[in-house]
């Protein structure tokens, strides 16, 4: 059973990271919706207390009447900090689980993450959102909204892009300093630039950049199915904290 304060802490800053537009809550249960990016980590409901689950039937059926006002299908995002009946009554409906996702953390000073050259973060938002889309395969739709997300960012954060004159952007990053935490988000390497050691440069790139700040500890999030990112994860000295997973309603 992982460290409950530990798993608040990291989704305290991983909310304040990636931030939503729209922020309500039921109880415990953050409601987060935005409008202008399909983000799963921005749209959906995320119950933080395992205690609270009174009247969960009435509550998934309010939370998908907000979620209908904002044209999304209705998500719960399942952490340690969920409540157990919550998570029986989404499974004697169906809900399908998907997307399991592993939190990582690493003390910087013990992470290898020297050597390599030094990145400078983008002070250009637009542009990083252009390498990020490139990189990313992403539809040119999503610009707006991702630069509103960054924009509203408020912890420092640094924006990392490794390019060639050439080819253009390679691999990119969001690093995000919060206290003594230091968060990775948005990591990826273009598919045909990937097991070049690009995604592990920008990697150590950010996390210098972050060391430097005064960042003691970094954090990320990755899916357990990207076995070559988890153990790119593992050889760099970071450890496994939780997991998550999203679920659905049958039949989306």
Avoid at 2 to 11: G, Q, S
Avoid at 220 to 244: K, P, T
Wanted: hydrophobic share 40%.
């Amino acid at each position: 059973m992982p460290n409950l304060a530990i798993v608040r802490r990291l989704e305290a800053v991983g909310f304040r990271a990636w931030p939503a537009a729209s922020i309500q809550y039921d109880g415990s249960w953050q409601i987060r919706l935005t409008a202008g990016h399909p983000s799963k980590r921005l749209n959906s409901v995320n119950p933080l207390d395992p205690s609270d689950h009174d009247d969960i039937e009435i509550r998934v059926e309010r939370a998908a009447r907000r979620f209908d006002s904002y044209d999304r299908p209705l998500v719960f995002r399942q952490t340690p900090l969920a409540p157990p009946p919550l998570e029986s009554h989404l499974d004697a409906l169906g809900w399908r689980r998907f997307e399991e996702t592993i939190v990582m953390t690493g003390k910087i000073d013990s992470l290898d993450i020297d050597g390599g050259m030094d990145h400078l973060p983008l002070k250009d938002v637009g542009r990083y959102v252009d390498a990020s889309i490139a990189v990313h395969d992403r539809d040119q739709s999503l610009k707006p909204g991702l630069t509103e997300v960054l924009s509203a960012i408020r912890p420092p954060s640094g924006l990392f892009v490794l390019e060639e004159e050439k080819t253009g952007p390679l691999s990119t990053a969001l690093c995000v300093h919060d206290n003594d935490l230091a968060g990775l988000f948005e990591l990826a390497t273009r598919q045909d630039m990937r097991r070049a050691g690009h995604g592990r440069e920008v990697v150590r790139a950010a996390l210098r950049w972050a060391r430097h700040r005064g960042a003691e500890t970094a954090w990320l999030q990755v899916e357990s199915a990207n076995i070559a990112a988890v153990r790119l994860y593992e050889g760099l000295g970071f450890g496994e904290v939780y997991r998550y997973a999203y679920r659905q309603r049958p039949g989306y």
